[in-house]
C-alpha cells in the first residue's frame, strides 16, 4: 500500500530563517512520482514540484530546494531565507506510474507553515 | 480563462436544500477529480472521473452525486447534507496520467 508521513504537523519560523519540511513515503512500485503542493490562505493547492522516481537529482529553484533520496525513502523540501508569503500548508504527495489514464495521487497529512515577521 | 475554476467560492445551505458546486477546466485535461478538505483531517478523494466516466466513487454517501458532461466541466450536486459535510470541496483535473493535478481554488461549503 502506498503512504505518504509528514511527521511536522506545525512549523513556526522567524522570517528569514531556513527551515525543512520532511516527507517519507511507502510504495511497493518502482516507478513513482512524488510531488509537493503549497495551499495558503485563500485554499487552492499550488503545484510547486513533480520528481520521478529514477530521477533522485536535487532540484533548487530561487529559495525553494527538494532532497529526494530512495535509500531512505524521503522527499524533503527546504525554504531559505523564509518569508511571511511562504506561510501556508504544505502537502507531499505520492502517485504510482501510470497504468491508466488517471492518476491516483495519495497526499500527506500537511505541514503547516508560520512564517513570523 | 486558463487553469480550474471552481464556483462558487463560498456557498452555505440549509441541510434540505438542493445546490450544484461547479468546476470547469480549460487545460485539455482528460481526468477530473473531487475532493474534500475537512479541518485537521487529510485530503479525502470523492469521485474520479476519466473520458467523461465515473472510474471511482470512494464510499461517499448518496446525498453527493457527481455529474461530467464533457471533458470539460464536473459538478457536485447536493442535497439533504449534515453539518459534518461542511468542508473545503476541491476539484483538480489531469492528463493522461501524466504525474500531479492541477487544482481548483475550492468551494468552502458550510451546511446550517
Known amino acids: 500500500a502506498q503512504k505518504v508521513t509528514q511527521a511536522q504537523t506545525e512549523i513556526s519560523v522567524v522570517e528569514k530563517e531556513d527551515v525543512t519540511l520532511d516527507c517519507v513515503y511507502e510504495t511497493r512500485d518502482t516507478t513513482y512520482y512524488l510531488f509537493w503542493y503549497k495551499q495558503p490562505p485563500s485554499g487552492e493547492l499550488v503545484f510547486l514540484i513533480r520528481r520521478n522516481s529514477f530521477d533522485e537529482q536535487n532540484e533548487i529553484s530561487g529559495r525553494y530546494s527538494w532532497n529526494f533520496q530512495k535509500s531512505t525513502s524521503s522527499f524533503n523540501f527546504t525554504i531559505t531565507a523564509s518569508q511571511v508569503v511562504d506561510s501556508a500548508v504544505y502537502f507531499c504527495a505520492l502517485s504510482e506510474a501510470v497504468k491508466t489514464s488517471y492518476d491516483k495521487v495519495i497526499f500527506g497529512p500537511g505541514t503547516s507553515l508560520s512564517v513570523i515577521p | 480563462e486558463t487553469g480550474v475554476t471552481q464556483t462558487p467560492r463560498h456557498l452555505v445551505m440549509g441541510m434540505t436544500n438542493k445546490k450544484s458546486l461547479k468546476c470547469e477546466q480549460h487545460?485539455?485535461?482528460?481526468?477530473m477529480y473531487w475532493y474534500k478538505q475537512s479541518a485537521k483531517k487529510p485530503l479525502e478523494l470523492m469521485f474520479v472521473?476519466?473520458?467523461?466516466?465515473r472510474v471511482e466513487n470512494n464510499s461517499v454517501p448518496s446525498r453527493f452525486s457527481p455529474e461530467c458532461p464533457n471533458s470539460s466541466h464536473l459538478f457536485l450536486h447536493l442535497h439533504t447534507l449534515q453539518p459534518e459535510d461542511s468542508a473545503l470541496y476541491l476539484c483538480?483535473?489531469?492528463?493522461w496520467g501524466i504525474g500531479g493535478y492541477t487544482f481548483g481554488s475550492g468551494t468552502r461549503l458550510t451546511v446550517v
Open positions: 472521473y476519466s473520458l467523461e466516466e
Open positions: 483538480a483535473s489531469s492528463h
Open positions: 487545460l485539455g485535461h482528460n481526468a
